[in-house]
C-alpha cells in the first residue's frame, strides 16, 4: 500500500502564501502523476494542478499565476507553492497520486487525508 501524508495547511491572511507538501510512503515500485485537489465546505472536490512524472505541470484556471506545483522524485513529494491567497481558496487540500507496488501490478490512485487551509483576517 502507498500512503500519502500531507503538511503545510494553516491559517493565512489574504495575500499571503503558503506551501503544502506530501510525502508518499509504503511499498512503492514507481510513482505516475501527482495531484493537488481541493474541496471548500458544501462543495465538489476539485483539481487545483498536477504534474507529470516528467514533470509536466497542468493548472486549474484560479490556480494559474498564483499557485506552483513542484515534485522531488528521489523523495517522493509534491509540493503546491500557494501565493496571494484569498478566502475562496479555503479548502481542505488533498494530495493524490498514481502509484505501482509492484512491476506487474496495475497503477492505482491513492489519496491522501488532507490539510486544512483557511485564509481569513
Known amino acids: 500500500q502507498v500512503q500519502l501524508v500531507e503538511s503545510g495547511g494553516g491559517l493565512v491572511q489574504p495575500g499571503g502564501s503558503l506551501r503544502l507538501s506530501c510525502v508518499a510512503s509504503?511499498?512503492?515500485?514507481?510513482?505516475?502523476?501527482m495531484a493537488w485537489y481541493r474541496q471548500a465546505p458544501g462543495k465538489e472536490r476539485e483539481l487545483v494542478a498536477d504534474?507529470?512524472?516528467?514533470?509536466?505541470?497542468h493548472y486549474a484556471d484560479f490556480a494559474k499565476g498564483r499557485f506552483t506545483i513542484s515534485r522531488d522524485n528521489a523523495k517522493t513529494t509534491v509540493y503546491l507553492q500557494m501565493n496571494s491567497l484569498n478566502a475562496g481558496d479555503t479548502a481542505v487540500y488533498h494530495c493524490?497520486?498514481?502509484?505501482?507496488?509492484?512491476?506487474?501490478?496495475?497503477?492505482?490512485?491513492?489519496w491522501g487525508q488532507g490539510t486544512q487551509v483557511t485564509v481569513s483576517s
Open positions: 504534474i507529470t512524472d516528467a514533470g509536466n505541470a
Open positions: 493524490n497520486v498514481n502509484a505501482k507496488i509492484r512491476s506487474w501490478l496495475p497503477t492505482q490512485n491513492y
Open positions: 509504503g511499498r512503492i515500485f514507481s510513482i505516475g502523476a
